[in-house]
């Protein structure tokens, strides 16, 4: 019996050497660390909502707590505040830079019960995502998402959202509170 766990635990230790994975962060591409660098960190976001239909936009505060993840190749971010009109709101989220399909990943599942996969590019200080089609509840809609870092410590956030009853905008603006180191 000793044997056999001793063979099973080399087998997985000889598995787990041969794993493919980047030696050093030279050789890894620069988006992956500016993604997570731009992210990392606790952030206070203070913002307007204005739903379809409303005359005027609602007041709202979140944080966003952003952690280093995968040995430093994506963060998870937890998102927690209160949104007038809705209560309470939690949303969870991985973000990271895809090397093989040069895209920024954001996936993101939220306590509204939506389920998310954003594709994005960098452009210059900014990631631009591409419009994202999901449903929720059983109604289609339309994400456009943009995330930019206008300075050090500093975010921006615009998510349009257009379903059959209009539009919905979103417009935050965030500033790092919390450590980059973690």
Known sequence: MKRAI???ILMVAVFLSRAQRPNNESAAPPEIKK???ALVGLWLLTGTNTESGAKTPVNFEMKMDCKRAALGAAVT???SGKMPGVGPLEASAVIGYDPEEKVVRW???SSTGEYHDHRGR???NAIEFEPLEYSVSGKKATEDLRIAFPASGKLTLTSTTQTAEGKSVLECTGNRVGSKSR
């Open 6 to 8: 001793v063979a099973g």
């Open 35 to 37: 993604t997570v660098d």
């Open 77 to 79: 971010c937890s998102f």
């Open 107 to 109: 996936m993101e599942i």
């Open 122 to 124: 960098w452009k210059n």
